[in-house]
Nanobody
Framework: QVQLVESGGGLVQAGGSLRLSCAASQRIFSSYQMGWFRQAPGKEREFVAAISRTGSSTDYADSVKGRFTISRDNAVDTLYLQMNSLKPEDTAVYYC???????????????????WGQGTQVTVSS
């Protein structure tokens, strides 16, 4: 069982930046592809970004491309999401997730992720 704990959320003005972190409980963190998702009130949980096991490949939702950067540090079992030029529509609870399946395809569907964190709230004021 992998435990994931997000941190770094908060309230920020439009145009500002935040950096989210996701700490994993297991030393086999480097074996998992990882992703970030978000869920706004009344909406479905949606894909934000994904990263390969080594960090060499990344993928982003069109809505965040060019503003958000996903990264990981396998030495400390931590995933990151740097969010710049934040907009009010980025307001949501942000979740990190682990994909433990074999293969190298970076997945966008929440059903394809096996472990989830508890989420961290990001609120962007206009």
């Amino acid at each position: 069982q992998v435990q994931l704990v997000e941190s770094g959320g908060g309230l920020v003005q439009a145009g500002g930046s935040l950096r989210l972190s996701c700490a994993a409980s297991q030393r086999i963190f480097s074996s998992y592809q990882m992703g970030w998702f978000r869920q706004a009130p009344g909406k479905e949980r949606e894909f934000v970004a994904a990263i390969s096991r080594t960090g060499s490949s990344t993928d982003y939702a069109d809505s965040v491309k060019g503003r958000f950067t996903i990264s990981r540090d396998n030495a400390v079992d931590t995933l990151y999401l740097q969010m710049n030029s934040l907009k009010p529509e980025d307001t949501a609870v942000y979740y990190c997730a682990a994909d433990v399946r074999f293969g190298s395809i970076l997945r966008h569907l929440k059903e394809e992720y096996d472990y989830w964190g508890q989420g961290t709230q990001v609120t962007v004021s206009s």
